[in-house]
């Protein structure tokens, strides 16, 4: 099939977190499957792969018309097409910054300009037309794609043949506003109702993500357990009853890593400053070593007996790092040294700081996005922490048991989907769980964890292994992502 996924970020171009690696890595592994795939993406900053295809097209936004431009690269077997134009430029570092319209606006005309990527940019000289298409569209932001695709072509017999997916990576942002906004996605009238939904406390207003729910051909999200939870009126936001609707339509894919940048033996940011590459072959030493190295980098006293602990993740809410703060002065009676990488709200930033000062010698809470710092700390961390609240799937206690660092998350969506607890009767698992977003449980778990990491060398290097050779790549996911956009074109 021709597959193009469509989305606000890609890896390594644009990230802001899991749905920037998603989709810079399941394009590769449905194109190794031997389809012809394409990824559409905004063109932030001035990216020196990809050259201007020459092709200009206008679209209308709010009354006014707005040229794009189309840059494109053709890597690891995907065409990479950007779509430029000046509301996107410098935008890498603050994706969804700007006031609610703005972000709106820009979706508009992104979306308005991927849909008709396959007629107008051709790549490899030839266009994708649109005979055996899918498209592959990716939360809120790009929900606006599979309602277009219908509203604009399929109901008026244009691109017969083309189908659309919409992935859900986190229903928390929905792209919600008042009813007005309608009118500025630019659709006849009586699509209104695909948009409105009733909230109990503000009452009707306009939801993207509920219009693209209801008008893509499938629904995927990226984890069983978070297609469980999604049903739920806790788990889905307001938007369960619409999802329930559509179940028909709803499947859980866990997500998959990239084996070659989220690889021990092939990490570049393990390659200098005292860090070293290592496999299941050398990972007690190569483990050893990069984290004397990380706790050199981080000016920590370098001992290897003392458990490194890290948590890397956007600081709010979900992530539940408050709870790592309620658990503090547990965790500074024991040995241990806690390693903390985010950025977000700025009380939690000014939470890292703190405990930074106050125990510095074993905590360092490092502000800012640093995909150097985060692979660093994921192969010199012994133990990674992630007591989110909620975890469509969560890729870093994938990426920890690829590096054989052991994780301690709570058990939800895709957390529970792929961490199974150890169980030291029977040498299983691969981490520890705790199984409601409270400190309490937080410090049972890890303590265990803490307790084997001590006591039981035996056990801990099982657990190592375990993660490091689970099959975590992407050619899993990618072979179910094809089932479901088979479905799409031909199940009714
Ligand atoms: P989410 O998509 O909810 O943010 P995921 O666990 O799915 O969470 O993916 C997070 C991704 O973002 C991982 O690749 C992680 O390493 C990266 N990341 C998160 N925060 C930072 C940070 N401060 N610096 C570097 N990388 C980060």
Known sequence: MNVILVAA???????????????????????????????????YGNYAEAQDTGVRKTYRVNGHDLEVKYFQAFIDGVDFVFIDNPVFHHLERNIYGGSRLDILK???????????????????????????????????????????????YRDHGLMK??????????????????????????????????????????????????????????????????????????GGWGLHGIINDNDWKLRGIVNGIDNKDWNPEFDVHLKSDGYTNYSLETLSSGKA??????????GLPVDKDVPVIGFIGRLD??????????????????????????TGRPDLERMLRQFESQHHD??????GFSVKMAHRITAGADILLMPSRFEPCG??????MNYGTVPVVHAVGGLRDTVKPFDPFSESGVGWTFNSADSGKLVDALGNCLWTYREYKKS?????????????????AAQQYEEVLLAAKYQW
């Open 362 to 367: 074993k905590i360092r809470g490092w502000v």
């Open 161 to 234: 043949y083309t189908r659309s997916v919409l992935v859900i990576h986190n229903i928390a942002h929905q792209g919600r506003g008042p009813v007005d906004d309608f009118f500025l996605v630019d659709l006849p009238e009586h699509h209104i109702d695909l948009f409105k939904l009733y909230d109990p406390i503000g009452g009707d207003h306009f939801n993207i993500f509920a219009a693209g729910l209801k008008a893509a051909d499938r629904v995927v999200t990226v984890s069983h357990g978070y297609a469980w939870e999604l049903k739920t009126s806790e």
């Open 289 to 298: 070593k990069c984290k004397a190295a990380l706790q050199k980098e981080l």
């Open 106 to 152: 820009r979706m508009v005309l992104f979306c308005k300009a991927a849909v008709e990527v396959p007629w107008h940019v051709p790549c490899g000289g030839v266009c994708y037309g649109d005979g055996n298409l899918a498209f592959i569209a990716n939360d809120w932001h790009t929900a606006l794609l599979p309602v277009y695709l219908k509203a604009y």
């Open 317 to 342: 809410q979900q992530k539940g790092v408050d709870l790592i703060g309620e658990a503090i002065p547990w965790l500074m009676g024991q040995d241990v040294q806690l390693v903390m990488l985010g």
């Open 9 to 43: 970020e890609c890896a390594p171009w644009s990230k802001t977190g899991g749905l920037g690696d998603v989709v810079g890595s399941l394009p590769k592994a449905l194109a190794r499957r031997g389809h012809r795939v394409m990824v559409v993406t905004p063109r």
């Open 460 to 476: 801990w290097e099982g657990l190592q292994r375990r993660g490091m050779t689970q099959d975590l790549s992407w050619d899993n």
């Open 395 to 400: 890729l870093n206690q994938l990426y920890a």
